[in-house]
């Protein structure tokens, strides 16, 4: 993110791949998929500006052994820095899917658990306010009150709709932006894929960085943006 100054993002929102061999990862080891996501937040410390918020939406792994890639992820993060405001449990309810992955059929020999939730770990820095005179939020009092709870229920994305084989759903951007930035602040995602977070940022009248290593995605998030009007 070299182009970008020091302290000129307000809020960062992104979804890591997961390394676990989907089309979009690299299949690393977790000591080095751990290494890269360092990089790629500690350049995003910088970047941030004082108070500026980082999100980030995660979900475990595995299952022999189960990966707590959270955990991994708040312990890496609060070493870079990051001053932790919470995490918030996205429950994804019944479009999680079925799955057959039960280990062991009603038995107590091997029961799998089929996990239906992600988290979104929320992270501050340097400080945990952002100053606010002048600028304006465009969350409402009941939007507000929903948003500031720790779990959130809503449904996933459809990959073959957005045509991005992990797309997370406009909703978790938008109610990101809308609870942690103000009118016309500048949002980055250093994982853009199909560029839900910066479609997001548009419909709210706020500025956007992405970034995206695969053309065929760049291309898509450019396709989703102009459809809506939102880019020339």
Not at 67 to 86: F, T
Not at 124 to 140: A, D, I, L, P, Q
Not at 203 to 218: A, N, P
């Amino acid at each position: 993110m070299e182009e970008l100054p020091d302290r000129s993002v307000h809020l960062m929102i992104t979804s890591p791949p997961y390394n676990v061999s989907k089309e979009y990862d690299e299949d690393l080891a977790l000591e080095e998929y751990r290494s890269l996501l360092r990089s790629v937040f500690r350049e995003t410390y910088r970047v941030l500006v004082e108070g500026g918020r980082a999100c980030i939406n995660v979900a475990n792994v595995g299952r022999k052994p189960y990966i707590p890639l959270h955990a991994y992820i708040i312990e890496d993060m609060l070493d870079l820095g990051y001053l932790m405001r919470g995490e918030i449990i996205w429950n994804k309810a019944s479009s999680a899917g079925p799955s057959t992955a039960w280990g062991s059929w009603r038995s107590a020999s091997n029961p799998t658990l089929r996990d239906v939730h992600e988290y979104i770990l929320v992270f501050s820095k340097e400080s945990f306010g952002r100053v606010g005179k002048g600028k304006r939020s465009t969350v409402g009092r009941d939007e507000f009150l929903e948003l500031t709870k720790s779990i959130w229920t809503f449904g996933a994305e459809s990959a073959r709709r957005v045509g991005h084989p992990a797309p997370f759903p406009l909703e978790l951007p938008r109610r990101l932006i809308q609870l942690y930035s103000f009118k016309n602040d500048i949002v980055l995602d250093p994982f853009a894929g199909s560029g839900t977070t910066c479609l997001a940022a548009r419909q709210l009248s706020r500025h956007f960085v992405g970034y995206e290593k695969k053309r065929l995605y760049v291309r898509l998030a450019e396709r989703r943006l102009k459809k809506e009007g939102l880019v020339d």
